[in-house]
C-alpha cells in the first residue's frame, strides 16, 4: 500500500518567503509543419516538498546526484507527533517520550500540526510556523547514528524571524557526520504514519547536481 506525503507542486504552492514561485510559459512551435502546444516550467528547487542536501549549506557538500539515487529507499521510517503552535520551537525535551522510534529509524518524521495550515491560512504556513532548534541533529547522531533523514509537516525547519537560527540549524543536519537529509514541506495529515515503521521512497522531479530538489514522496506499508 502507498500514500502519498509530498504535495502537487503548482502555482499556487506556499513557499518559504524569498522562494521563487512556480512559473509556467505557454510556448508554441511547428513540427512537420503543424503547431505544437508547449510550456516552459520553471521553479524552485526548494519549493514545494522537497529534499534539501549537504550542497545546500555545507562548503563541498553532497548534490542530489551525488548522494541520492533516482528512487531513494530509507527504512524503517516512523513518524512522531510533537504538537507545536506559532514559532514554537522542537527541541530535544519533544523528542525524550519517543526515544524508542528515535533510534530506531533511518527516516525519522515530526508531525506538528503545522500542515493544517497550508490550505486555510498559507501566509502563516509559510511564515510563522514551528521550526527545529539547532541542538537536536546532534542528539539524534547521538541517539541514532543510523539515521540519515528528517522529515517535517513544516515548509522548512527555519523561520524568517530566526534566520541565523535556521542557517544553524541546516549547518547542523547536513554538514555533520554523517549527514542527515531533510524533507520539508511534508503532508503527515495520514494517520496510519504515526503507528507502526513503514517505507519512505522518494523520487527527486529533478535528478542533477543540486543543492535540493522538489521530490515525490511516497510512504509504503506492508
Not at 20 to 45: H, M, N, Q, V, Y
Not at 148 to 162: K, Q
Request: aromatic share 8%.
Amino acid at each position: 500500500m502507498l500514500i502519498p506525503i509530498s504535495y502537487p507542486l503548482n502555482r499556487g504552492t506556499p513557499l518559504y518567503p524569498g522562494t521563487e514561485p512556480l512559473a509556467i510559459t505557454p510556448t508554441r512551435s511547428l513540427k512537420g509543419g503543424d503547431a505544437e502546444e508547449k510550456s516552459l516550467i520553471s521553479f524552485s528547487s526548494h519549493a514545494g516538498t522537497h529534499i534539501d542536501l549537504p550542497r545546500h549549506s555545507c562548503t563541498d557538500g553532497g548534490s542530489v546526484s551525488a548522494l541520492l539515487a533516482p528512487e531513494a529507499v530509507f527504512a524503517p521510517a516512523r513518524c512522531i507527533e510533537v504538537p507545536k503552535a506559532g514559532e514554537e520551537p522542537v527541541r530535544i525535551h519533544d523528542l525524550l517520550p519517543h526515544l524508542d522510534a528515535v533510534r530506531s529509524a533511518r527516516a525519522l518524521f515530526v508531525k506538528t500540526g503545522s500542515g493544517r495550515l497550508r490550505e486555510t491560512d498559507p501566509e502563516a504556513y509559510a511564515g510563522a510556523h514551528p521550526w527545529v532548534h539547532h541542538e537536536v541533529p546532534g542528539f539524534l547522531r547521538m541517539q541514532n547514528p543510523g539515521l540519515r533523514l528528517f522529515g517535517i509537516d513544516t515548509i522548512s525547519i527555519a523561520t524568517p524571524a530566526n534566520p541565523e537560527e535556521g542557517r544553524e540549524a541546516h549547518r547542523a543536519f547536513l554538514c555533520g557526520s554523517p549527514h542527515i537529509f531533510l524533507l520539508e514541506d511534508v503532508d503527515l495529515s495520514y494517520g496510519r504514519l504515526l503507528g507502526e515503521p513503514w517505507t519512505l521512497r522518494v523520487y527527486p522531479v529533478v535528478f542533477d547536481d543540486l543543492d535540493g530538489v522538489p521530490v515525490v514522496a511516497l510512504a509504503e506499508f506492508g
